[in-house]
């Protein structure tokens, strides 16, 4: 199932797929590094699964959505080339599984989790079932908005409390960006954890996933 001109592993659901789940990687990653994820998230195969890869390829190497010179702040031309690019996949997609959005979870790691941000919460953008955004960052960049209005979907953040590439500062900054927006999203602060995935967590998610999925 060929879509659009991003690089992406599929994972078939058991049946018809009652959703669509879509994971993006961290910096310097590629299109495998979550794809286990899938079956981890939904192991009743319930959804079909996605993981594509990153547009650039940039130092030191693997896969990239942006480029980066501050935390918090990826670099415009390259995180918008990337948004636009990955906003067309992300429509083609949905047209070609006849699984729209409100029936599609986006969820990330890293820079991963800020494209997920990006992509689930930006302006004009289709609003997603769920988000899932892990050791991440909502981006500021020139050109860039948010759309904060109600009803915000559904959204997990995990967070170690020892990340020392992306501090657990901004997830607590997301977190309570989107509790003044109106919203509850479900946090997970994980205790000497540093940049890496809460397997915990991540089992948490599975029953969550599922509800928000179930109710949308």
């Not at 390259?78 to 599609?104: C, K, M, Y």
């Not at 009803?151 to 607590?172: E, K, T």
């Amino acid at each position: 199932m060929p879509v659009g001109d991003l690089t992406y592993l599929e994972r078939p659901a058991a049946a018809e797929p009652e959703g669509l789940l879509v994971l993006f990687h961290g910096r310097g990653a590629d299109e495998y590094d979550l794809h286990p994820l899938l079956d981890f998230l939904d192991p009743e195969r319930r959804l079909l699964g996605i993981t594509p890869r990153g547009p650039l390829r940039l130092p030191p190497g693997g896969a990239h959505w942006y480029a980066v010179h501050e935390i918090g702040y990826p670099d415009p031309e390259t995180f918008s080339h990337t948004l636009g690019r990955v906003s067309a996949w992300l429509d083609a997609l949905a047209e070609e599984t006849g699984i729209p959005s409100q029936r599609t979870a986006l969820g990330g790691f890293s820079q991963g989790a800020v494209m997920t941000y990006a992509l689930g919460l930006g302006a004009g953008r289709p609003r997603p079932a769920a988000l899932v955004a892990l050791s991440g960052f909502v981006p500021t960049v020139p050109g860039f908005e948010l759309d904060l209005t109600p009803p915000i979907p559904p959204v997990a953040i995990g967070h170690g409390d020892l990340d020392s590439v992306i501090s657990v500062d901004w997830g607590r900054q997301a977190r309570d960006l989107l509790r003044a927006a109106g919203a509850e999203p479900a946090y997970r602060e994980s205790q000497h954890l540093g940049h890496s995935i809460d397997p915990a967590f991540l089992r948490e998610l599975r029953p969550w996933l599922r509800m928000v999925l179930e109710s949308s």
